[in-house]
């Protein structure tokens, strides 16, 4: 895939307020997620080992039995199997989360190609 435009990528609604795009490879998957205000992904966990970095916004995180309000540049890791939950607190955010290996349950609600253009037909 190389170089990757976000913008080209087809965002999905995981939960109400929050849009992420997913492009992948065989391994890794990125995650662009935004974040409306007050928007929140539950509590939750996966067995995916998922880091990521705050890039804007103030971000409240719970990472197991621990929470802190992640302000950009922030970053995390988040083992296997560890129950986690994110807030967007006092406006948007934006972050970007990193699965390893590639979120089967995203891959398929993805658009992963990017459309190609057709020849002009000769008629």
């Known amino acids: 895939m190389g170089f990757i435009n976000i913008s080209e990528f087809q965002p999905i609604e995981p939960v109400p307020?929050?849009?992420m795009r997913t492009p992948f490879g065989k391994n890794?998957?990125?995650s662009y997620l935004e974040m409306?205000?007050?928007a929140e992904v539950p509590l939750h966990s996966h067995p995916h080992e998922q880091g990521g970095m705050l890039i804007r916004g103030?971000?409240?995180l719970t990472i197991g039995d621990e929470t802190r309000l992640c302000q950009p540049?922030?970053?995390f890791l988040i083992p296997s199997n560890v129950k986690h939950r994110a807030v967007a607190v006092g406006?948007?955010?934006v972050v970007l989360d990193v699965f390893s290996p590639v979120?089967?349950?995203y891959a398929e609600l993805t658009n992963?190609?990017?459309p190609s253009i057709e020849p002009p037909s000769n008629s």
Do not use: K, N, V, W
């Open 91 to 93: 406006g948007p955010c």
């Open 73 to 75: 540049g922030s970053m």
């Open 103 to 105: 979120r089967e349950d």
């Open 17 to 19: 307020g929050c849009r």
């Open 28 to 30: 890794l998957m990125l």
């Open 112 to 114: 992963r190609y990017i």
């Open 58 to 60: 103030t971000l409240e």
């Open 36 to 38: 409306d205000d007050g």
